[in-house]
Structures are given as structure tokens and as C-alpha cells.
Antibody
Framework: QVQLQESGPGLVKPSETLSLTCSVS????????WSWIRQSPGKGLEWIGY???????NYNPFLKSRVTISVDTSKNQLSLNVNSVTAADTGVYYC?????????????WGRGALVTVSS | QSVLTQPPSVSGAPGQRVTISCSGS????????VYWYQQLPGMAPKLLIF???QRLSGVPDRFSGSKSGTSASLAISGLRSEDEADYYC????????????FGGGTRVTVL
């Protein structure tokens, strides 16, 4: 059974870069759609972007200029970077894997990592 | 304001049937599959329905999904206390370079 675990700094200063890692166990990263999703406090879910087959990416157009998703296959880890953060980037960040060809067929989720943007 | 519109809340007594609507457009629900997620307090979302109306293995048949045109619905019949949670619809949107969309979420309260 695949397991996902997000990790990273819980506090980031405004204008700096938010960096998170998703460690994958019980399965390999290849040939799946891996998405990052975030949830602002008390709010709904927002899709950030995906990485597919250890290479191709697609980002939410409204975040695209600030977001990078990458993979380290040797470590079985995904990474998310969001630069020039503001308080609006505060929230719980989830990594998730789609089990079928549907990008939003998100059948496996991490527990989430809370990131607060504050000086 | 989410592109996929859901009612903020619905409620029902135990045993009753509740329905959650999700309204979109031709570029998302109208041309792509709809998914439904359940999020219990303090937990990550859990996939319930995929492909508009297919239950994931292990999901009780009390949960059912449907889609018509640019709208979709999730029905919960025989409401139980453990169904009290937030529910989100999701669909791919084909505009621009494409993006995943989630509805704003609906809180289901069991009275």
C-alpha cells in the first residue's frame, strides 16, 4: 500500500520560497500523476499542479509563475516550491497520487503539511 | 468564488436522504468526469466517487453520484452520523492550459 508523507518548514517569511517534500513509500513514482493540493484555513481545496511519469508538469495557471514541481526518483520524493509567498499562501499542503488515467482520480493522499507565511 | 459551485451546507436527520449539487460549465463538468471527495475534520480528503457515478471500492452504496450536462450531484441516502463531513466535487477544466478544479465544499450536518 503506497504511503505519502509531506515534510518541510512550518513557517516561511513573506517574499521567500516555500519548499515541501513528499516522500513516497510502498510504490515507485513513475507512470503516475502526482498532484499537489492546498487548503487555506477554513477554506476549500485548491489544485496546484501535477507531475507525470517523472517528467511532464502542468500547473494551475493562476499560480504557474510561482510554482515548480519536481521529482527525485533516486529518493522516491516529489518536491514543491512556491516562490514570493504571501499570507495568502498559508495553508495545509497535500501531495496525492492518481491511480488511474484521470488526473483527479486522487486515491492516495498524504496527511498534509501546515505552512504558515508570517514574518 | 469557486468555478464549481456547491451549496455551503446541507443537513438531514439520520436515515434521511440529502443531495449536494455541483454546478459548472461546458469546459469542466460538461466535458470531463466528475469526482467527489469526503473530508472528515482534521483529515485529508478521501475519494468516494469517480467517473461521475462510480463508487470506489469500499464506499457504501448509500453514496451515489450523477451528472447531467454541466451539473453533477452527490446523494447520500440513509444518512448516518459518520457521514458528517465536508464534501467536494472536482473536475478537470479545459480552459487555458487546463487545470484541476474543486468546488467550494459542502458541509453535511446530521441533525
Amino acid at each position: 500500500q503506497v504511503q505519502l508523507q509531506e515534510s518541510g518548514p512550518g513557517l516561511v517569511k513573506p517574499s521567500e520560497t516555500l519548499s515541501l517534500t513528499c516522500s513516497v513509500s510502498g510504490g515507485s513514482i513513475g507512470y503516475y500523476y502526482w498532484s499537489w493540493i492546498r487548503q487555506s484555513p477554513g477554506k476549500g481545496l485548491e489544485w496546484i499542479g501535477y507531475l507525470y511519469n517523472s517528467g511532464s508538469t502542468n500547473y494551475n495557471p493562476f499560480l504557474k509563475s510561482r510554482v515548480t514541481i519536481s521529482v527525485d526518483t533516486s529518493k522516491n520524493q516529489l518536491s514543491l516550491n512556491v516562490n514570493s509567498v504571501t499570507a495568502a499562501d498559508t495553508g495545509v499542503y497535500y501531495c496525492a497520487r492518481a491511480d488511474a488515467t484521470g488526473i483527479l482520480f486522487l486515491n492516495h493522499w498524504g496527511r498534509g503539511a501546515l505552512v504558515t507565511v508570517s514574518s | 468564488q469557486s468555478v464549481l459551485t456547491q451549496p455551503p451546507s446541507v443537513s438531514g436527520a439520520p436515515g434521511q436522504r440529502v443531495t449536494i449539487s455541483c454546478s459548472g460549465s461546458t469546459s469542466n463538468i460538461g466535458s470531463n468526469y466528475v469526482y467527489w471527495y469526503q473530508q472528515l475534520p482534521g483529515m485529508a480528503p478521501k475519494l468516494l466517487i469517480f467517473g461521475n457515478n462510480q463508487r470506489l471500492s469500499g464506499v457504501p452504496d448509500r453514496f451515489s453520484g450523477s451528472k447531467s450536462g454541466t451539473s453533477a450531484s452527490l446523494a447520500i441516502s440513509g444518512l448516518r452520523s459518520e457521514d458528517e463531513a465536508d464534501y467536494y466535487c472536482a473536475a478537470w477544466d479545459d480552459t487555458l492550459t487546463g487545470r484541476g478544479l474543486f468546488g467550494g465544499g459542502t458541509r453535511v450536518t446530521v441533525l
